[in-house]
């Protein structure tokens, strides 16, 4: 399946934190050209296809191509910054791999680069400040995840900004309204959380947010499909189940493909603590994944999530009572091979729990302290120095929950 790039804006790379800034209303005269020319059509398409898909490899190839095309349009610089961040955030926003990440910063400047370029001339304007506020919006939402939020805040004013000028010099590219719902949704959202910005007056209007964000979603050009994943992600951490599994379930069909799509729905059912549905749709991934092409040259693009799915397995297992099969996806976490080390980590922490409840207080201590070989996630090392000196068995908790179930 060949996923349309006119909808596929990454949702991410068009995030914004910060407060507004007045903008004068511009009246350009000029016709604006298509921010998606029809000569880079088919490698922006097959690239962000590639993106859905988590074949890094081969959207960048797409992208690079499309450069050498048009190495003055912003468009493709903006869809390598995209491919980016979600080659370092597709598993969990808890990775750190200081390469990438320099690699992500010097790709948001060049497309900002290419893209202000855009801006001098008023055919071109439009499409200009669309990929620039895009690409600041992209190094905002990086900086909030590192709690870089000084950092965020310039960015993110930049990009809606920006964003906001899209719409003064063509009001028919609504695209821009992803972008300005965003920032209006993180504003209120965040905004009050972030004490040491409270000297900018950081506020946002989550009403106006949802509002903006369904005019993208149902009247924009090329964002449809972005704006309705970034709503589903709003409903998922505001709790609100019902509308975050309605809409799961619209993106798994509209891209059952996509590994990162069907990972959301399994992320509601953990949420909503339905642990038979959980297991069942992790079991229907588990299938999938090797289900089609299994040569080397040939991946099913399945397997780059298949240590995320097999921990929650093991989770949604164990809460159901089924100790055996609960163990057997922990160990299957810790043996299945993958980029981001978070879910084994965890994995081990439940395996060396589950020993202390058998009473197997050696194998127990034995995980824990394979634990302290990997990078600390989620409080991994604090816990497992915990569980090395007390077993668990002597403060067992009811259920597990698990950290960063929304991508």
């Excluded at 810790?334 to 981001?340: G, Y």
């Excluded at 068995?393 to 597990?400: I, L, M, R, S, Y």
Aim: hydrophobic share 40%; glycine share 4%.
């Amino acid at each position: 399946m060949r996923f349309n790039f006119k909808r596929s804006l990454c949702w991410a790379a068009c995030s914004f934190l910060a407060s507004s800034a007045s903008v004068f209303a511009q009246n350009h005269a000029e016709p604006q050209v298509d921010p998606f020319p029809q000569k880079l059509e088919a490698d922006l398409s097959a690239g962000t296809t590639a993106v859905y898909m988590l074949d890094f490899k081969t959207a960048r190839k797409h992208f690079e191509r499309a450069i050498e095309i048009d190495p003055d349009h912003p468009a493709a610089y903006f869809f390598q910054l995209m491919e980016i961040w979600y080659e370092l955030t597709y598993d969990s926003l808890a990775n750190r791999n200081s390469q990438t990440e320099k690699i992500l910063e010097y790709q948001a400047e060049l497309a900002s680069r290419k893209a202000e370029a855009y801006t001098k001339n008023p055919k071109t304007a439009a499409v200009g400040y669309l990929y620039w506020g895009g690409a600041q919006g992209a190094k905002g939402w990086y900086h909030v995840t590192r709690s870089n939020w000084i950092r965020a805040y310039f960015a993110g004013k930049k990009g809606y900004a920006y964003m906001q000028k899209v719409l003064e010099i063509d009001p028919k590219l609504t695209d821009a309204y992803l972008g300005v719902g965003m920032y209006e949704y993180y504003a209120a959202t965040l905004g009050p959380t972030l004490k040491a910005l409270a000297s900018f007056a950081i506020s946002g209007d989550k009403a106006e947010a949802v509002r903006d964000l369904t005019i993208a979603q149902t009247q924009s050009r090329f964002v449809r499909f972005e704006a309705a994943y970034f709503l589903w992600n709003a409903y998922a951490m505001e709790g609100n189940h019902e509308e975050a599994h309605r809409r799961a379930l619209e993106l798994k069909k509209s891209f059952p493909e996509s590994p990162l799509f069907r990972w959301c729905e399994v992320c509601v059912l953990l949420q909503e603590k339905k642990w038979h549905d959980a297991l069942k749709v992790c079991e229907e991934y588990s299938a999938l994944t090797f289900s089609g092409p299994q040569d080397e040259n040939a991946r099913n693009p399945f397997h780059k999530l298949l240590t995320k799915i097999y921990y929650h397995a093991g989770l949604a297992a164990y809460n159901l009572g089924d100790i055996q099969r609960a163990k057997t996806y922990f160990d299957k976490t810790i043996d299945q091979e993958c980029e981001f080390q978070g879910w084994k980590v965890l994995a081990y922490l439940r395996r060396g729990e589950i020993f202390d409840i058998e009473n197997k207080r050696m194998e127990a201590q034995a995980k824990y302290r394979a634990v302290l070989k990997y990078p600390d996630v989620y409080d991994s090392h604090k816990i497992a120095r915990r569980r090395i000196r007390k077993s668990y068995k002597d403060e067992q908790e009811t259920e597990w929950s698990s950290p960063a179930l929304v991508p």
